[in-house]
């Protein structure tokens, strides 16, 4: 079977999402996708292309004064049912229509066809962003290949539904645990229950009211909740111990250190666990190749609520936004989706920001 990214699906970002996503590649099985990008992009007289893994880079080296990165993951969720992609009317339907091959694409067209940008371009297309950070292709490349994600600014491209979404919000996981001493339910008094002692710990989520925080016009909203909850031995025994499983979800203004600090005075007396943990984003909008973008989109940047790889490119000291035509709210869905109209519009938006040199 050849290469169906063939030069009349590159020209046309629409025809270029529909292949991409007829490209079946659940996390962990991206090699099929990765070896179709990198022959497009190693064709391309224009940029230097490498690859780590199943993660493609490509690059101009114009000389520009500056360097932009375009970033999108290759990989999707599993499939449910909803590959191949069909269209009606104005949709694409398909598993990683929205998140985000519809963003690959712009990504993949922009590479293919603007040998001449105003900046210098570097394109990640990357591998297992939707499983493990272990795997995720840009920690990967933090670690292995970290010259390749050096730039003046970054844009990934995941779905925003045509806004710019700026910065990103931090991510702490812990286990709340309680004690208690086992003993028979006919001699319950001889025992603590743990499972009761957790109450405590959902008062305080109840009680909870988290923060708005507004940086440079963008709005984050925290959230505090738990969920996940375990406990019990048997049904003949006073459990011994309960584990609260809590997500909190902070705004970039906060440190990692100042979120589990104040994870800490929340549920103060009892012992906590952190299981993950991730910084968040300041919105960036700062950087010259920032301003311009919001310029070129015509519309007023918004806070994103949730975390994406921007984190890990404002932990570098590269400022990054969010932007892509997908819908983030039928990401992983077995319905998702993606408007025609915002690839188009999407495309457009890009290549007036990139080619007005």
Request: with cysteine; hydrophobic share 40%.
């Amino acid at each position: 079977m050849g290469n169906p990214l063939t030069p009349d699906v590159l020209v046309d970002p629409v025809v270029l999402t529909r292949t991409l996503v007829d490209v079946e590649s659940v996390s962990g099985a991206e090699k099929v996708i990765a070896d179709c990008v990198e022959d497009v992009l190693r064709q391309a007289p224009h940029l230097s292309t490498e690859r780590h893994q199943n993660t493609v880079m490509a690059r101009t080296d114009l000389g520009r004064e500056r360097r932009v990165v375009l970033a999108g993951h290759l990989d999707t969720v599993p499939v449910n049912g909803n590959l191949p992609s069909t269209v009606v009317d104005d949709l694409i339907y398909g598993c990683g229509t929205a998140d985000m091959k519809s963003g690959v694409a712009l990504a993949l067209h922009l590479a293919a066809t603007l040998p001449d940008p105003r900046y210098d371009l570097t394109f990640l297309f990357y591998e297992a962003e939707e499983i493990e950070s272990r795997f995720n292709g840009l920690h990967l490349l933090s670690q292995h290949r970290p010259e390749w994600l050096a730039a003046d600014f970054a844009v990934l491209l995941e779905p925003t539904y045509g806004v710019v979404e700026a910065g990103c919000q931090g991510t702490l996981k812990v286990t709340v645990r309680t004690h208690g001493r086992r003993a028979h339910p006919a001699r319950a008094w001889r025992g603590v229950n743990a499972i009761h002692a957790a109450g405590e710990v959902l008062r305080c989520l109840d009680d909870y009211r988290p923060r708005t925080v507004t940086i440079d016009g963008c709005t984050y909203r925290e959230g505090l909740n738990a969920v996940r909850i375990s406990g019990g031995v048997a049904g003949n025994v006073i459990p011994d111990e309960c584990a609260v499983e809590v997500d909190l979800r902070f705004a970039p203004d906060r440190t990692e250190r100042q979120a589990l600090d104040h994870l800490h005075e929340v549920f103060a007396g009892f012992d906590l666990e952190v299981t993950d943990s991730a910084p968040g984003a300041l919105p960036g909008l700062d950087a010259a190749p920032a301003r311009d973008f919001v310029t070129a989109v015509g519309a007023e940047p918004a806070a994103k609520l949730g975390w994406t790889d921007v984190s890990r490119f404002a932990a570098l000291g590269v400022p990054a936004l969010n932007y892509g035509p997908g819908d983030p709210m039928l990401a992983h869905a077995p319905d998702e989706h993606v408007e025609i109209g915002k690839i188009r519009d999407g495309a457009a938006t890009l290549h007036r920001w990139l080619a007005a040199y």
